[in-house]
């Protein structure tokens, strides 16, 4: 069997026997939401990530307005470098969020036990119990937002490492190219969200520069990869060579988690649910030259099950994953 791309239906249901409140920090919006037991996650609200100090008196001001009663748990899911100590810091997305004690504040807040994880790691959490990952006892998850990271199950486990296990957006994929979590050519720089409305900068840059005409126009200030995507519905070859070249540098970067980690599964979220079809045809060609063709045909891709809610799944699951022992406080 080749490598596969199909869609998931959502088979699992969360569960919990006390109220989750789920915070999930991203570098452009955050959410928060509710578990009550065994009903349906419900989100509360969500709003623009701003600043440290504006946006956690927003959280706080939010889970202080849904009237639960103790006791209950915080899971928190948050693009940081930092969160095996509890702590945003050096998170790529989230300038001047630096040694923010959340899960500290939190807790002292609420009275509440409170976990914080990695989105990459949290999302994973999300669709391995709930979404496409069930089921299988070795798989990745990629965000593929604002900016890329992943979420491992090894063995039947999440995988912390030494704390940031999963930053594949570091990996540098070529020389030059957008930038992206920290460094040119980065595979976040050529596949994320970010890196998509960069890339299509670069190359329209190239066209300018040797008397071409503009072939896209942002929406605002700077392109986007929603941009892009939009272009590329429209029939715009431009957009839709950008996302082909996104999808030969994602085939790529995909091709050394399937020789390096022996994967069962690799669940792609975020801008691959929109542009799946621009995307996929370069991936597999890809990852067809560049992959093992024995580690290959035993490792499906799929898009994520959980859609747009995962971040609220992801949060949610943090602090049931946190309940069992498997996060430090």
């Not at 540098?172 to 976040?188: D, N, V």
């Not at 290959?296 to 602090?319: F, H, K, T």
Request: hydrophobic fraction near 45%; charged fraction near 20%.
């Amino acid at each position: 069997m080749q490598a596969q791309i199909k869609s998931s239906v959502v088979q699992g249901k969360l569960s919990s026997s006390h109220t989750i409140v789920g915070v999930d920090i991203g570098g452009t919006k955050t959410a928060v939401s509710v578990l009550e037991r065994n009903e349906p996650v419900r989100e509360v609200e969500r709003f623009t990530t701003r600043g440290s100090s504006e946006t956690l008196a927003r959280i706080i001001a939010l889970i202080k307005g849904i009237d639960i009663q103790p006791p209950f748990s915080i899971g928190i899911s948050c693009g940081t470098l930092g969160a095996n100590r509890g702590l945003i810091t050096k998170a790529p997305n989230l300038p001047g969020w630096d040694d923010v004690p959340i899960v500290d504040l939190l807790s002292s807040e609420f009275g509440a036990e409170a976990f914080l994880l990695n989105d990459a790691k949290a999302c994973a959490l999300a669709e391995w119990i709930f979404g496409a990952g069930q089921g299988c006892q070795h798989m990745a998850f990629l965000t593929a937002g604002t900016g890329m990271g992943a979420g491992l199950i090894l063995n039947g486990e999440l995988y912390l490492g030494t704390g940031n296990a999963g930053e594949v957006g570091h990996i540098r994929l070529a020389e030059s190219g957008p930038w992206g979590h920290g460094k040119l050519g980065s595979f976040e720089g050529f596949c994320s969200g970010g890196g998509i409305g960069r890339l299509a900068d670069l190359r329209i840059r190239d066209i300018v520069r040797q008397g071409g005409k503009m072939p896209l126009r942002a929406e605002t200030a700077e392109l986007t990869a929603k941009d892009v995507i939009a272009a590329a519905r429209k029939g715009n070859n431009f957009a839709i060579n950008i996302l082909g070249e996104s999808g030969t540098y994602l085939g790529q970067a995909l091709s050394i988690l399937v020789d390096v980690l022996g994967l069962e599964r690799i669940v792609l979220g975020s801008i691959y649910l929109r542009a799946q079809d621009w995307l996929e045809p370069a991936m597999r060609k890809a990852l067809h030259a560049e992959a093992l063709p024995d580690s290959l045909r035993v490792c499906e891709i799929l898009p994520a099950a959980l859609g747009e809610g995962i971040g609220n799944y992801g949060a949610i699951a943090v602090a049931q994953y946190g309940l069992r022992g498997q996060i430090a406080t």
